[in-house]
């Protein structure tokens, strides 16, 4: 007896499109993404089903195979508490593949990749105050000889840093395998993507220490222009340590 051949992606979606049930398909991931398919990837795929509709294609939920990751789900689920948090920016450029709604399925992507203004603002100000605290922790450690220490709180500020500036403008942060490839498409507005990305790396790699204070600097005024100065002032005398020093040089 052979084995079952795993189910080809073209395959699947001819299954998907020939069943009533389905009122959607979306491919996210690499897929999804122009210019970042390899050899290794996949196809991500999200099956949206319609509430209280019988579908023989919940025996494919969960299915993984070297071509073909799918996860079937109900149109309800889709919508509300199914999809984790962290799937948000994969659903932010993601490709409808299937809609039976209208539009219905591209408006909740659409809905996806744009925060609300509340949850924007409360976001903005923890993750201001996590790239703060990191940034603080940095800069001693780094005047204090712990030279690790310093490094590991240098690498954790970028990461803070970019989720402060993507829900600045109301963005789901990229992952790291895209953030290149979004920031290229889709500028953060008035930051210069080479100099970001330059700055982002040699802070994460060399834990350059002036560069971070220049840096630093321009995120505050950012900050405050956005309304989230009373974080920053919530470090009183301690935001002197992460603001330029005299002997600090170069831009940002």
Same mark, same amino acid.
């Given at each position: 007896m052979t084995a079952q051949q795993p189910l080809a992606y073209d395959a699947f979606?001819? %299954? !998907?499109?020939? $069943?009533?049930?389905?009122v959607g398909l979306v491919l996210k991931g690499s897929r999804a993404h122009d210019g970042m398919t390899t050899a290794h990837s996949d196809h991500d795929l999200y099956v949206i089903v319609a509430d209280g509709a019988g579908t023989g294609l919940t025996r494919?939920?969960?299915?993984?195979s070297a071509g073909l990751d799918l996860v079937v789900l109900t149109l309800s689920e889709f919508c509300g508490a199914g999809v984790p948090d962290w799937e948000r920016y994969a659903l932010a450029r993601a490709r409808v593949v299937l809609d039976r709604l209208d539009g219905g399925i591209a408006r909740v992507l !659409? $809905?996806?990749?744009? %925060? $609300?203004? $509340? =949850?924007a603002f409360r976001d903005c100000g923890a993750w201001l105050d996590a790239y703060a605290n990191s940034s603080y922790r940095w800069v001693k450690n780094h005047r204090d000889g712990l030279a690790l220490a310093a490094r590991l709180d240098?690498?954790?500020s970028m990461r803070f840093?970019? =989720?402060?500036?993507?829900?600045?403008?109301?963005?789901?942060r990229p992952y790291n395998k895209y953030l290149e490839w979004e920031l290229a498409r889709y500028p953060l507005p008035g930051w210069d993507t080479g100099v970001l990305l330059h700055a982002v790396g040699r802070i994460s790699a060399a834990g350059d220490v002036s560069l971070q204070r220049r840096m630093f600097a321009r995120v505050e005024q950012a900050a405050r222009d956005a309304g989230h100065g009373e974080v920053l002032d919530a470090w009183g005398d301690g935001l002197d340590l992460m603001r330029p020093q005299a002997t600090d040089s170069g831009t940002t």
């Open positions: 979606v001819e %299954l !998907a499109v020939a $069943d009533s049930a389905v494919f939920a969960g299915g993984r !659409a $809905d996806r990749a744009r %925060l $609300d203004t $509340d =949850e240098a690498g954790d840093l970019l =989720e402060f500036l993507f829900a600045l403008h109301r963005r789901p």
